[in-house]
T-cell receptor, first 115, second 107 residues
Framework: GAGVSQSPSNKVTEKGKDVELRCDPI?????LYWYRQSLGQGLEFLIY????????KSGLPSDRFSAERTGGSVSTLTIQRTQQEDSAVYLC?????????????FGQGTRLTVV | DAKTTQPNSMESNEEEPVHLPCNHS???????IHWYRQLPSQGPEYVIH???SNVNNRMASLAIAEDRKSSTLILHRATLRDAAVYYC????????FGQGTELSVKP
């Protein structure tokens, strides 16, 4: 497909389990962003990648959150020992390069529910 | 990262113009001004961006103040499908979003 793809679209997990969320950016896009959106809230920046490196991890809420990107393409956001407050929609975006004079394209998100 | 300030909500009537303001007084010289919108239950979508000059595209117009400390997104004729949360963001590398303006459009 031509857009940013995220999987799964929905994930229900038990408290304490680990989850992996996947983002397939648009082919050729070097910049990739992860956000979290809790119900009725705005977008909380988590991390961004330029190629495979993450110059800014300042938004990751705790050391239970980690992300990687391989081959300058697919990215995985991992949440270890999930807590109920991790329940949110996790959004991924990509852009041709670091977004200054270029637009970012968003996926439809992964809705994570921790029970 | 430059901080943005937007009204929490605005209302418009269908087929009338809408002016959505954004203040970004701490913007630096190389930061771009981007606007995105998020329709209910969807991911955000790009609307428009600019640096210094006013910009027009098929979706909207962006008016940037001469000192660049504020900007206005203009929807020339609001439709019911324009009801969304509109985010103004200042981009100097990262793409950071504020709380946005929730626009409602009345028929």
């Amino acid at each position: 497909g031509a857009g940013v793809s995220q999987s799964p679209s929905n994930k229900v997990t038990e408290k304490g389990k680990d989850v992996e969320l996947r983002c397939d950016p648009i082919s050729g896009h070097t910049a990739l962003y992860w956000y979290r959106q809790s119900l009725g809230q705005g977008l909380e920046f988590l991390i961004y990648f330029q190629g495979n490196s993450a110059p800014d991890k300042s938004g990751l809420p705790s050391d239970r959150f980690s992300a990687e990107r391989t081959g300058g393409s697919v990215s995985t956001l991992t949440i270890q020992r999930t807590q109920q407050e991790d329940s949110a929609v996790y959004l991924c975006a990509s852009s041709l390069r670091r977004t200054m004079n270029t637009e970012a394209f968003f996926g439809q998100g992964t809705r994570l529910t921790v029970v | 990262d430059a901080k943005t300030t937007q009204p929490n909500s605005m209302e418009s009537n269908e087929e009338e113009p809408v002016h959505l303001p954004c203040n970004h007084s701490t913007i630096s010289g190389t930061d771009y001004i981007h606007w995105y919108r998020q329709l209910p239950s969807q991911g955000p979508e790009y609307v428009i961006h600019g640096l210094t000059s006013n910009v027009n595209n098929r979706m909207a117009s962006l008016a940037i103040a001469e000192d660049r400390k504020s900007s206005t997104l203009i929807l020339h004729r609001a439709t019911l499908r324009d009801a969304a949360v509109y985010y103004c963001t200042i981009v100097g590398g990262k793409l950071i979003f504020g709380q946005g303006t929730e626009l409602s459009v009345k028929p």
